[in-house]
Nanobody
Framework: VQLQASGGGLVQAGGSLRLSCAVSGGTFTNYIMGWFRQAPGKEREFVGALSRSGDDTYYGDSVKGRFTISRDNAKNTVYLQMNSLKPEDTAVYYC????????????????????????WGKGTQVTVSS
């Protein structure tokens, strides 16, 4: 299974950006999808998670209300819409997947907080200027 993130770039504070993550080599509808980020000199941070159906979401506190995860199962792609961007959102963003499970329940959330993913993609750089 391969995950390829794209859509990163340079944006001014207050702006928006949408990241995409294309999944290949597996059955996309079998995966709970998520996004993480890592800023220079900082630990990896959980951003958000999305159930297989797209009905359940869960976000990290730092992005709640500003970022939205969605998926298009016909295109095998998950998206991260980022609004009201701040300089502290600058990081490399990674998509990831959990193979088992369907909904974003307690056990799944714990796996995301621990970074216990079955698949990781390569990151895409997002830089927010002040």
């Amino acid at each position: 299974v391969q995950l390829q993130a794209s859509g990163g770039g340079l944006v001014q504070a207050g702006g928006s950006l949408r990241l995409s993550c294309a999944v290949s080599g597996g059955t996309f509808t079998n995966y709970i999808m998520g996004w993480f980020r890592q800023a220079p000199g900082k630990e990896r941070e959980f951003v958000g998670a999305l159930s297989r159906s797209g009905d359940d979401t869960y976000y990290g506190d730092s992005v709640k209300g500003r970022f939205t995860i969605s998926r298009d199962n016909a295109k095998n792609t998950v998206y991260l819409q980022m609004n009201s961007l701040k300089p502290e959102d600058t990081a490399v963003y990674y998509c990831a997947a959990i193979r088992d499970g369907a909904v974003v329940d307690g056990a799944t959330i714990l796996r995301f907080w621990e970074g216990d993913m079955d698949y990781w993609g390569k990151g895409t750089q997002v830089t927010v200027s002040s």
